[in-house]
């Protein structure tokens, strides 16, 4: 077990990256239409390598998240690290809350155990499932990664009530929520829907914000996971521009370890006016 994520797991990582590939339809066209706007200068067959690259990554989140889920602590923390966990010191200096801002990779359970290792297990914001029993038995394992977990209803009060106590919560919210949440900030020169809340969040709350980014390094079969010095002057009181750090900061990541983005989500459904939908 201790060295699956050198062995069995990666290795049956690619048959079944190109099983997902293959049977994937309407998501595979997602995800490459994403690469394809986002690394225009890639040339055509680079593009389709970096996407079957994708869906081997996600046939190894199959394999992460059985391992964290049941693996013992000590195999799971020899297996990576997480660098910069003095930054979330400093950021909760004086009792203040830290919010830590991440982003849809396809190691999104490991990419939780390394940070938490670190500075203490985070509560989290996901949207719930809609299978109740899976809703249960994914939150009952994830007790190994996290305090507890924001969802739904009520959630953005209780994440501002949760970070006024000092709390530490992590959010991912490089996603699209449609337009009446949302503001446009680029993200690889497009412009992007972005979540209202990162900021106002921030505004409410009197919390920190630290970047958080985790990935799989393969030339070195580890898990890395990276904390970033906490924000200065965030808010900035221009919202556009708060927002275009955060998505600049994904994007610095994404260019590092392409393959291992959320490729797979519509990130770009909502356009500004008069722009001609982006997926056909």
């Not at 890639?42 to 690259?53: G, Y």
Request: proline share 7%.
């Amino acid at each position: 077990m201790g060295q699956m994520p050198q062995g069995m797991g990666l290795a049956l990582s690619r048959p079944l990256g190109w099983l997902a590939y293959s049977l994937a339809g309407r998501r595979r066209q997602i995800a490459a239409r994403n690469i394809e706007r986002c690394f225009p200068e890639l040339v055509p067959a680079e593009r389709q390598c970096l996407l079957k690259d994708h869906f081997r990554c996600l046939a190894r989140m199959l394999f992460e998240t059985a391992w964290v889920w049941t693996a013992p602590e000590k195999r799971l923390d020899g297996w990576g690290s997480c660098e910069g966990a003095q930054y979330v010191a400093r950021a909760r200096e004086g009792g203040r809350g830290v919010l830590l801002l991440a982003a849809h990779s396809t190691s999104p359970e490991l990419g939780g155990w390394y940070p938490g290792r670190a500075v203490g297990k985070p509560w989290v914001v996901y949207r719930s499932l809609r299978n109740p029993v899976i809703e249960w038995f994914s939150n009952r394992c994830r007790e190994r990664l996290i305090s507890g977990a924001l969802s739904n209803k009520g959630v953005f009060r209780h994440m501002v009530e949760h970070l006024r106590s000092g709390g530490i919560l992590w959010y991912a919210p490089d996603q699209d929520f449609g337009p009446e949440r949302s503001a446009f900030a680029p993200f690889f020169g497009i412009p992007a829907a972005t979540l209202k809340a990162i900021v106002h969040v921030v505004e409410q709350s009197g919390c920190k914000v630290v970047f958080l980014f985790t990935a799989f390094d393969e030339e070195k079969r580890k898990y890395v996971a990276q904390y970033h010095p906490p924000l200065q002057d965030f808010p900035s009181g221009d919202l556009v521009s708060d927002l275009s750090r955060y998505n600049a900061a994904v994007e610095e990541h994404v260019r590092r370890w392409p393959a291992q983005y959320w490729w797979i989500h519509r990130r770009f459904k909502t356009r500004p006016e008069g722009e001609p939908p982006f997926y056909d």
